[in-house]
């Protein structure tokens, strides 16, 4: 097939670089890195009041633009260029995909035109201490009392967990395995028996934390579908969320290109640019390479899920897989072209070299999906 933009779409990458460019620097970075939040709050309201990056898969029933998936995956190839700090990625790849999945009228009215305006921040409270992605490994538990829940549970490794206005926490029906009795709950983050801390991390671009549910009380209203039956949901909203990072790792793996080239250019040894030496062609030629494989597998997983291929698993697994392993090989090369200074604080090589090993595992590593992909495909 040929993959090609609309002259909509272009624009949107157009205006998302050049608003980057000014908002998004090496200096901003680093000074959203130093906050307490992790992130711009005045770049926040920026993005959702200006830009309406916040609504462009929110329906235009809930006030938001309606778009597609494409256009998440265009924009945020030019957010992960930036190494931009904000919880966009966990509020509408995590939290507003599981109520658009899963959510009654009703809940969708409620909690989308807060996210469609920058208003709300959402995320999923899904990993635990063990740090895997799958529904098996689910040990937080849910009782009915009355005609309430009752939430029991900690989770780790929360993306923008410690400022999420809603959480969305899986847990399981005391008693069950696997996928069985996995529901979905929406609870507020000041709700009661609910604690949270900001965890220490290696990419201080994307923040983490850890979630404590003591006997949470959330109403029948909280349940976001049918009781007992979200493994689907929660594995449809990690596939569109898979191919979110995915996106994003093209973005980086490319800056990491293009840092890699101008230095290359740039600093002289023996009389020459380092970039004449045969060996550091070799190198940025195989980064090229990987650069332009990961794009075609980020693009065509997200025109899947914006037509709804019921290949969407498989795809995304694959994207994920190849997308993680093309940034952290061309972020570990460009340390290698840059030399010494390349892990200095001047640089943003470094940068990039923790959200592509954080990135690796996030969502699941390559050696998880690239065993979904074979399944999928039954090998």
Known sequence: MRFAFTAEQEELRRSARAFLEKYSSSERVRAAMATERGYDEDVWRRIGGELGWTAITIPEDCLGLGLGYVEIVALLEETGRALLCSPFLSTITLGANAVLEAGSDAQRQEILPGIAAGKTTATLAHTESGGRWDTGTITATFRKDGDDFIVDGVKTFVPDGHTADLLIVTARR??????????????????????????????????????????????????????????????????????????????????????????????????????????????????????????????????????????????????????????????????????????????????????????????????????????????
């Open 174 to 379: 005391e008693g069950t395995i696997g996928d069985e009795g996995v529901s979905l709950f929406i609870v507020p983050a000041g709700s009661t028996g609910v604690s949270r801390r900001a965890l220490p991390t290696m990419d201080q671009t994307r923040r983490q934390a850890e979630i404590r549910l003591d006997s949470v009380r959330v109403p029948a209203g909280a349940l976001l579908g049918e009781e007992g039956r979200g493994a689907p949901t929660l594995l449809r909203t990690l596939d569109l969320a898979a191919i979110a990072i995915a996106a994003e790792q093209v973005g980086g793996a490319q800056k990491c290109l293009d840092m890699t080239v101008q230095y290359a250019k740039d600093r002289v040894q023996f009389g020459r640019p380092i970039g004449a030496f045969q060996a550091i062609k070799h190198k940025c030629a195989d980064m090229l390479l990987r650069v332009e494989s990961a794009r075609s597998a980020a693009y065509y997983a997200g025109w899947a899920a914006s037509v709804g291929d019921p290949d969407l698993p498989a795809l995304a697994s694959l994207a994920k897989a190849y997308c993680s392993d093309a940034y952290f090989h061309c972020a570990a090369e460009s340390i290698q072209i840059h030399g010494g200074v390349g892990f200095t604080w001047e640089y943003d090589v470094h940068l990039h070299f923790k959200r592509a090993r954080s990135t690796e595992a996030f969502l699941g590593t390559p050696s998880y999906h690239r065993e979904r992909v074979a399944r999928a495909i039954g090998i």
